[in-house]
């Protein structure tokens, strides 16, 4: 939601960096046109559509509902902007019959359950409870996984002994839903925020350091090597000290191959992870090319 106003802020660009590392569909509405002019409306929109091409998009502005066919078939690449009031509800019709038309996500059910974990309980009578969204395949109660990494980086093996989904006990829980998993054979003082549940068919590997394409988004000097933000990868976060490979330094607007190491402990990554990096505010988003170690 941009603002005809106040144009393009740093909360846009963390906004649209966070969608991209999520790689959700994006939707613009330029919000408030009843409040600027034709000339501040042409300048916002010649803005928002250079800020889409930065990031490797196609902007896509909308007149009116024969634009929406168009826009998705082609949700994944292009970028629809839509005029918006709250006081005249210029744009509403539009917006709602975008939303509708949306398709559904597909769910990843072929592939071997994965789960990061979000939350972590104590649950008097049960035990430890860890709760997340089903990034992959399907589990049944009963299931033997492995969770991790710990801090020594090994994956240990746990039992799913009950699964549940908002107080409801299930049997058998699938890619996409937000789910509870009591597990048997890990101390609660073991598992931390950011770690994973998978079925051994992953053979998971605790990652220290990896290589990976970045985009800075926004920075006010110069990033080089030596550098630590925080990365943020689905559930997990932790600092990393940044090399970079094929450039002395990067600023905003540049692209770059760099490694990361983790500061801390290990972390679970794959090849193709998408992530976002900060310090305060977010700074760019990257995509995991290379595994090191």
Same mark, same amino acid.
């Given at each position: 939601? *941009?603002?005809?106003?106040?144009? *393009? ?35 916002v ?8 091409k ?6 896509f ?9 168009v ?11 839509? +005029? ?27 592939r ?11 649950? =008097? ?6 709760s997340?969204? *089903?990034? =992959?395949?399907?589990i ?8 991790g ?8 093996k ?8 908002h107080?409801?006990?299930? +049997? ?15 101390k ?23 290589e ?11 990033i080089?090597?030596?550098? +630590? ?40 990554? =794959?090849e %193709? ?6 310090? %305060?505010?977010?700074?760019? *988003? %990257? ?6 170690r």
């Open positions: 939601v *941009i603002a005809a106003d106040d144009g *393009i802020t740093h909360i846009t660009k963390e906004h649209l960096g966070i969608l991209l590392a999520m790689d959700l569909p994006i939707i613009i509405c330029m919000t408030k046109i009843d409040r600027t002019s034709q000339k501040r409306k042409e300048e929109l010649s803005d928002i559509e250079n800020l889409i930065f990031v490797g998009r196609i902007p502005k909308i007149k009116d509902e024969k634009d929406l066919g826009v998705i078939d082609k949700i994944d690449a292009l970028v629809p902007i839509i +005029e918006t009031s709250a006081v005249t509800f210029e744009g509403f019709d539009i917006l709602t019959k975008l939303l509708s038309l949306l398709p559904e996500r597909k769910r990843d059910l072929e071997p359950f994965l789960m990061f974990i979000d939350r972590i309980y104590k649950v =008097q009578g049960v035990g430890t409870v860890v997340g969204t *089903i990034k =992959q395949g399907r049944k109660a009963g299931s033997y996984l492995l969770l990494p710990l801090a020594s980086g090994e994956f240990k746990v039992k799913a002994a009950s699964i549940q989904t107080y409801y006990p299930l +049997e058998e829980a699938d890619a996409g839903l937000i789910v509870g998993i009591a597990v048997k054979g890990v609660h003082e073991e598992v931390k925020r950011g770690m994973i549940l998978c079925d051994p068919s992953i053979r998971p590997k605790a990652v220290k350091s990896f990976a394409e970045v985009l800075v988004l926004t920075h006010p000097t110069r080089a090597s030596g550098y +630590e933000p925080v990365l943020h990868f689905f559930t997990a976060s932790q600092s990393a000290k940044l090399e970079c490979l094929d450039k002395k330094y990067l600023k905003a607007g540049e692209s770059g191959k760099v490694r990361f190491t983790f500061k801390y402990y290990p972390c679970f990554v =794959q %193709g992870d998408k992530f976002v990096f900060r310090e %305060g505010k977010t700074k760019g *988003i %990257g995509t995991v090319t290379k595994i090191i």
